[in-house]
């Protein structure tokens, strides 16, 4: 088990430098010099090329690549993010303020998908062939295939615009305002757990199914145990296995959407911070937001790795 977590760890941090040197690679692939991007039309033509020198000095462009990497990789070891080109903050600043934002709606539409995901899944599986079934099926086909950004701009024409119950943009903290912001956080929250709980719902019935049909759950109902006792002790936890591992890669997915509804309903968290610093070529924001996503995903896989144990029994670390 120690020699498992060892490894696992190791691979953890090899694919965590791969996403840095890949991140750091495309952000310079990028058309466009980041030291003239913010500067207005006015300021480009009375600055001399000293000035930009020195700016490029200031944010270390003037290195090689590969010095400009070791930099920022031996500063961020430190704790040290670096300094927004644009706002001329702490980076590390800039996400203590928007990852509440996006860890509230992205962690809220976490939980959601799955304690609603796997409910239809069951209840679709134990119900088979009925209209029960029928319906819900149905409407999990339809939220696997829908665009989240469609989504959300048919939610705020009619939740907004139509019916006027539910803001149609911003964000307020639940500790300033609690129904101010259950309100705001309703078609946000709604547009990252759709597909999540679709595909979660079909996985859940699939593997449902093929427990249902095992040896040992036939003779738990020839025992006459109880319905629920059958589903939940015998079926659901032995199903549960590939649902888990599922739900672990949707988690990654939750995240990257909130790029996409961030910036749908003008909600000022990583996503809509990572779009603006893609357009605005800050190197050390986006570098930043994308290393820390990579952390988050790999911490998160590898609690899904350490817990087969208790959902399979079988399992064998070695």
Request: net charge neutral; charged share 15%.
């Amino acid at each position: 088990m120690i020699t498992y977590i060892i490894r696992r760890l190791i691979h953890g941090f090899f694919i965590i430098i791969i996403v840095t040197v890949l991140v750091f690679s495309m952000m310079r692939m990028l058309p466009g010099d980041p030291i003239t991007l913010f500067l207005s039309e006015s300021e480009m033509e009375e600055i001399t090329p000293e000035q930009i020198a020195v700016l490029k000095h200031k944010y270390g462009l003037d290195k090689p690549l590969i010095m400009q990497y070791i930099d920022w990789i031996s500063h961020v070891a430190r704790g040290d993010l670096g300094t927004s080109m644009i706002s001329d903050t702490p980076v590390i600043e800039d996400l203590a303020r928007v990852l509440p934002r996006t860890l509230h709606l992205g962690l809220t539409a976490f939980l959601i998908s799955i304690i609603v995901g796997i409910t239809v899944g069951v209840i679709s599986a134990v119900r088979r062939g009925t209209w029960w079934d029928t319906v819900l099926t149905i409407l999990a086909n339809l939220g696997i295939t829908v665009p989240i950004f469609w989504m959300g701009i048919l939610l705020i024409y009619i939740f907004g615009y139509y019916l006027d119950l539910l803001p149609i943009y911003g964000y307020t903290s639940p500790f300033k305002d609690f129904w101010l912001s259950t309100k705001q956080s309703i078609m946000p929250i709604f547009c990252l757990s759709i597909i999540p709980i679709a595909s979660g719902a079909r996985l859940t019935r699939s593997t449902m199914l093929e427990v249902i049909r095992q040896d040992y759950i036939r003779t738990a109902w020839a025992k006459g145990l109880r319905e629920r006792t059958v589903i939940i002790r015998h079926t659901l936890k032995n199903a549960l296995l590939p649902v888990i591992i599922f739900k672990g890669m949707t988690f990654r997915h939750i995240f990257g959407g909130s790029v996409l509804i961030e910036t749908v309903f003008n909600i000022p968290g990583m996503g809509r911070l990572t779009v603006d610093a893609i357009f605005n070529h800050d190197y050390p924001i986006v570098q930043s937001v994308l290393l820390f996503m990579a952390i988050i995903v790999v911490f998160v896989n590898l609690i899904i790795d350490f817990s087969y144990g208790w959902l399979d029994p079988r399992t064998r670390y070695e």
